[in-house]
């Protein structure tokens, strides 16, 4: 029974490190097939090879829908949406349609620079000081990232 356990832990590890490897290895490619097909997009800040990958993924399945910087936000979820409650409140909110991968690789720029961007901290700030809440803050953020990610797309 022991030698048994032991030849599948064997196993397992030998797996394990096969997988690892072939992972490193897609990782480069894919790094390689990123920066060739948009360097713009890789260097802006909190956009890594990953996340640019995702929105080069979705740009390229959709090239009819991409005509304009108004056609992106909607394909990555980001257009704002009018919720107006009566005539006195006038706000948007989230739009849940739209490409979800796109819209969590937006999302997860918006947190990096949430956590280290001078800029995006400040302008929090200012928004919080104006009474805007947390999500309607990440709203913006997202359509900023998103307006800031098209103009870098590969054409």
Same mark, same amino acid.
């Given at each position: 029974?022991?030698? +048994?356990?032991?030849?599948?832990? &064997? $196993?397992?590890? #030998? #797996?394990?490190?096969?997988?690892?490897?072939?992972?490193?290895?897609?990782?480069v490619a894919l790094a390689e097939l990123v920066t060739a097909t948009a360097p713009d997009l890789v260097g802006l800040y909190g956009v890594g090879v990953d996340t640019a990958a995702?929105?080069?993924? +979705?740009a390229g399945d959709n090239p009819q829908r991409v005509r $304009? @910087?108004?056609a992106w936000a909607h394909?990555?979820?980001?257009?704002?949406? @009018? +919720?107006?409650?009566?005539?006195l409140?006038?706000?948007?909110?989230?739009?849940?349609?739209?490409?979800?991968q796109?819209?969590?690789?937006?999302w997860r720029i918006v947190f990096t620079r949430l956590g280290?961007?001078?800029r995006t901290r400040s302008y929090v700030a200012r928004?919080?000081?104006?009474? &805007? $809440? #947390?999500?309607?803050?990440? #709203?913006s953020l997202k359509r900023y990232v998103a307006r800031e990610t098209y103009r870098q797309l590969p054409r």
């Open positions: 029974m022991r030698y +048994a356990t032991k030849l599948a832990m &064997r $196993s397992l590890g #030998r #797996r394990v490190l096969a997988i690892d490897d072939e992972i490193t290895q897609l990782d995702i929105l080069c993924v +979705a $304009s @910087e108004a394909l990555c979820g980001v257009a704002p949406l @009018e +919720a107006t409650s009566g005539k409140t006038h706000r948007h909110r989230l739009n849940r349609g739209g490409n979800r796109a819209n969590h690789a937006l280290s961007d001078a928004r919080l000081d104006q009474g &805007r $809440s #947390r999500p309607e803050i990440i #709203r």
